[in-house]
């Protein structure tokens, strides 16, 4: 199983970002998917998932401000992140399964930073 995060940089406060996640080596459309991100210094924070059928779930946090999506044909994930805050500074990255909380592999993730 291969992913692939992109679509990382650097935002103003307030500003969006979409993030995406290339899955390869598996059959993505049966599979669930989360985002996690990890803060420098601090662990894996969950941060959303999206089950097969198209259920997403978020973290509080994330809530109204964050939109999980697929596109099983493309077997790409997509994080839509909207009015992003300083806090929401971190590497993000993909995992199979929901309410995923482990760290990045090697080289995984893309960065975000949230600065003026």
């Known amino acids: 199983v291969q992913l692939a995060e992109s679509g990382g940089g650097m935002v103003q406060p307030g500003g969006s970002l979409r993030l995406s996640c290339a899955a390869s080596?598996?059959?993505?459309?049966?599979?669930?998917m989360s985002w996690v991100r990890q803060a420098l210094g601090k662990g894996p924070e969950w941060v959303s998932s999206?089950?097969?059928?198209?259920?997403?779930l978020y973290a509080d946090s994330m809530k109204g401000r964050f939109t999980i999506s697929r596109d099983n044909a493309r077997n790409t994930l997509y994080l839509q992140m909207n009015s992003l805050k300083p806090a929401d500074t971190a590497l993000y990255y993909c995992?199979?399964?929901?309410?995923?909380?482990?760290?990045?592999?090697w080289g995984q993730g893309t960065q975000v930073t949230v600065s003026s």
């Open positions: 995992k199979l399964g929901v309410f995923v909380e482990e760290p990045p592999s």
């Open positions: 080596g598996l059959t993505f459309s049966s599979i669930a």
């Open positions: 999206i089950k097969p059928d198209g259920d997403t």
